[in-house]
Structure formats: structure tokens, C-alpha cells
């Protein structure tokens, strides 16, 4: 780890903890963060030789493996015909087409550069269309790092044992309610008292910054239901799940049309991205059409769209889906076996190919009180005994792991290998 040290020591002198975002210190797992400096298929690389089976990502965007050479050939080739335009550009046109191709509820759409643009737009929007400012969240989602969302948030704020941000002006806060997840009965309440005041609802449909935690029979439809008689805008922050699940976005899966869907990750192949999209009458509102304003420099960037358009056509053609939802399956088998014969406390949530391994004895876990009585401490051993063994996890007890078309069975085989030896250490 020498040359990632001293990288690492170099880095924290000019940027704040030596990181570009907070996750990736590696602050709740304890020891230095890897340096990777190549990725291919399942595995990435580190500068000093380490080679480790990756089931972090990038955070979830590297749904097909790393250096996918599809992907990497259409960036290649939008690059040597120039970066940026600052202009319309036909790719712009193809990826709308295909987003609402691949889900017909976006009715429109509008491309950003990350998840936070995206979520920041769809809530502008919410509050021009309806005329009203509060904003319901739930406790241990994260939607981005907008002043008004860091309230209750999961992710790096979970992970650095902070739920708020300093540097939020009170008023920024002042019109976002935050219910628990899972929470259908508090819903009930807030509506009761709030209804005609609320602008939106933003929740993620599976929600995974707080580690995985899937929406109980019933919750998703309230939201649904409360939104649609109040008049107030219900939003599926799709960052994460957009893609993940199926060729398409959670909603589609569920049956639940939300108005307005936020994408990112998945859509961009690596590259920065954001969209957010929905219905026509709520999209028409932004600028020039209509008076939400919305900007951004390199938003419909053509190499980044060309990367995530060649993304999009391989998940439609193979349908890495089933393999995927099996191989997570098998890895999630094997440690509810492990739990039981040897009486660990941990327990694995699944959903398609995401998990995430719980230092707990609670199952399932709902919301985020019953998240933070998960061991910490025993999950950062964990992340490190399997970092030993060549097993690159999310390095946070609240976030997700995820599988990716790359992994073969025997990948799979090989993480429950070192699961059961980490776990023994
Ligand atoms: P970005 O601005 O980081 O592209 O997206 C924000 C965002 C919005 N909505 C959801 C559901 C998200 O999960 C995210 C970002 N996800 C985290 C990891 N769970 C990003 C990792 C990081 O902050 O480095």
C-alpha cells in the first residue's frame, strides 16, 4: 500500500481529507483508502499491485462490469469527434428516445450531470407546478447533497454519524417534513396536516443509503395515494434503481407511476449524469418553455450520453437481470446459512442484484432506527478481512453492494469463500 499512502498523504494536503466524497475515506471502516488506477470486468486494480473483486461500482453506475469494451469504444469514438458543444447535439435526441423507449412514463425528460442536479430540478419543479413549498422526505434516504435534502439523510452522512450537514441555513430546512420509512401511518398524519401545503414527496422506491431496505406491501401505494388526492407531485429518486433492477426503473417493475423519476449512475456508464423526467405537463414547466429555471454547462454532454446510450442497448439486448437476481440470491443463501449455523448476528437484504450484508440480528429492517443498532465495528472487520482477501465491498455498513454482468458463478463462489473466512477471523 506504500504507493497509495503516500498518494494518499499528498492528497490530504490539498483536498479536504483526501477525498473528492466523503464515502470513499474509508473514515468508517478504518485504514487508508485504496488508490485504483484500472478497472476491467469484475475487478479493479490498485497502484500498488492489488487486485480486488469489485462490489462497489463506482456506487452503482458499472452495471457492466468495468472497461466494458462496447462502452469504452463509444466513448472513444464521440471524444475524437470533440468533447463539448455547448450546442444541441443528435445524441441528445437518442437518449430521449430511449429513455422513453425503455419507460414509457417519462413523457419528457431532461438531462443533468448528477443525481443531486436531477433531484434538485425535480423538486424546483414540484414546487413551480404546485405553488407550494414542503417537501416530504424520509429518514436514512439520500437524494444529493441540495442545502434543503440534508436532513435525516442516509449515505455518507449516515456513514460519518452525522444525519444533517453544517453550513444549512435554517431556512433551507424549514419546509421539509421527514417521516420514517415505512412509516404509512405517519404519512397518514403529515397529509392530514399538511396536504394542500405539500409540493412533493421524493423517496427511493427500494431504498438503499441506508443499506437495503425494501418498501413494505402498501407503503409505495399510500405515498401514491396520498400524492394523487392531494395534488402534490410523488417523486421516485431512480438514481440507484433506475437500470438496476430491469432493462427499465423501479415504478415499472412496482406498478407505481410516479410523476416525476430521477435517474443518474446507470445512465451515464460511468460517465457524470443526472436526468429527470415524467409527465409532459409537469416537464413543461422548465425554462424555455416555462418559468422553473434550469441550466447546466455540459448537460446532454455527447460523450457522456454516448457511454450511456451503449449502456442502455447492451442491458435491453442481454438482460443481465435474472443472472444477476440469482447470483445475489446465492450470495445471500450463503450468509443467512453461515448466520444460522453459527449463530452470527448478520443478516443479507436482496433486490435484484443489489445487497447489502447487516451486522444485526433484526430482520428485515424497515427504517433507520432499526439500521443504526447494526455493529458498526464488526462490519468495518469485515470490510477489512475481506479487503484482505481480495474482495472490494462498499466501504460502509449504509450503502450497497452490487453485482454486475462481469461476475461469473465462479466470482460468486470465490466472495462466499471469503465471506465465510472473513467472517471466521
Ligand atoms: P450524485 O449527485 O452523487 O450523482 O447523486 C446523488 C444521489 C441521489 N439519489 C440517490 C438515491 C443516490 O444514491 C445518490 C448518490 N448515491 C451515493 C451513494 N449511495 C453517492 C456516493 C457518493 O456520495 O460518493
Avoid at 97 to 112: D, F, I, K, S
Avoid at 240 to 266: E, M, S
Avoid at 416 to 423: A, G, N, V
Amino acid at each position: 500500500m506504500k504507493i497509495g499512502n503516500d498518494l494518499f498523504k499528498r492528497a490530504q494536503k490539498l483536498i479536504p481529507g483526501g477525498v473528492n466524497s466523503p464515502v470513499r475515506a474509508f473514515k468508517s471502516v478504518g485504514g487508508n483508502p485504496v488508490y485504483i488506477k484500472r478497472g476491467e470486468g469484475a475487478f479493479i486494480y490498485d497502484v500498488d499491485g492489488g487486485e480486488y473483486m469489485d462490489f462497489c461500482a463506482s456506487w452503482g453506475p458499472l452495471i457492466l462490469g468495468h472497461a466494458r469494451p462496447e462502452v469504452v469504444e463509444a466513448v472513444k469514438e464521440s471524444a475524437s469527434s470533440g468533447m463539448s458543444f455547448g450546442t444541441c447535439n443528435p445524441r441528445e435526441v437518442e437518449m430521449a428516445e430511449l429513455l422513453n423507449e425503455m419507460v414509457p412514463y417519462l413523457e419528457m425528460m431532461r438531462m443533468v450531470n448528477s443525481g443531486t442536479e436531477a433531484v434538485m430540478t425535480a423538486l424546483r419543479l414540484a414546487r413551480g407546478f404546485t405553488g407550494r413549498n414542503k417537501i416530504l422526505k424520509f429518514e436514512g434516504c439520500y437524494h444529493g447533497h441540495a442545502d434543503y435534502l440534508l436532513v435525516a439523510a442516509g449515505s455518507g452522512l449516515l456513514t460519518g454519524g452525522i444525519t444533517s450537514s453544517a453550513g444549512v441555513a435554517p431556512s433551507a430546512v424549514a419546509d421539509i417534513l421527514v417521516a420514517h420509512y415505512n412509516d404509512t401511518a405517519a404519512v397518514k398524519k403529515i397529509f392530514e396536516k399538511y396536504g394542500k401545503e405539500i409540493a412533493a414527496v421524493i423517496v427511493e422506491p427500494v431504498a438503499g443509503n441506508m443499506g437495503l431496505v425494501k418498501p413494505e406491501p402498501g407503503f409505495l401505494e399510500t405515498l401514491r395515494e396520498f400524492t394523487s388526492d392531494s395534488g402534490a407531485i410523488l417523486i421516485f429518486d431512480e438514481v440507484i434503481t433506475g437500470f438496476r433492477l430491469a432493462a427499465t426503473t423501479y415504478g415499472k417493475i412496482c406498478g407505481i407511476t410516479p410523476d416525476l423519476t430521477t435517474l443518474g449512475k446507470i445512465i451515464g456508464g460511468g460517465m457524470p449524469i443526472g436526468a429527470v423526467g415524467g409527465k409532459a405537463e409537469i416537464m413543461k414547466k422548465l425554462a424555455p418553455l416555462g418559468p422553473v429555471y434550469q441550466a447546466g454547462t455540459l448537460s446532454g454532454n455527447p460523450v457522456a450520453l454516448a457511454a450511456g446510450i451503449a449502456t442502455l442497448n447492451i442491458l435491453k439486448k442481454e438482460n443481465p437481470y435474472p443472472r444477476l437476481a440469482k447470483f445475489a440470491k446465492k450470495i445471500t443463501d450463503a450468509v443467512e446459512a453461515e448466520a444460522k449455523e453459527k449463530s452470527f448476528e448478520i443478516h443479507c437484504a436482496t433486490e435484484g442484484g443489489m445487497f447489502t450484508i447487516f451486522f444485526t440480528d433484526k430482520k428485515p429492517l424497515r427504517n433507520l432506527d432499526e439500521i443504526k443498532a447494526c455493529d458498526t465495528a464488526k462490519f468495518a472487520n469485515f470490510f477489512r478481512a475481506m479487503l484482505k482477501n481480495g474482495i472490494y465491498l462498499s466501504p460502509s455498513q449504509f450503502e450497497l453492494d452490487f453485482i454486475s454482468s462481469a461476475h461469473t458463478e465462479k466470482d460468486i463462489d470465490l466472495f462466499i469463500e471469503s465471506f465465510r473466512k472473513s467472517l471466521s477471523r
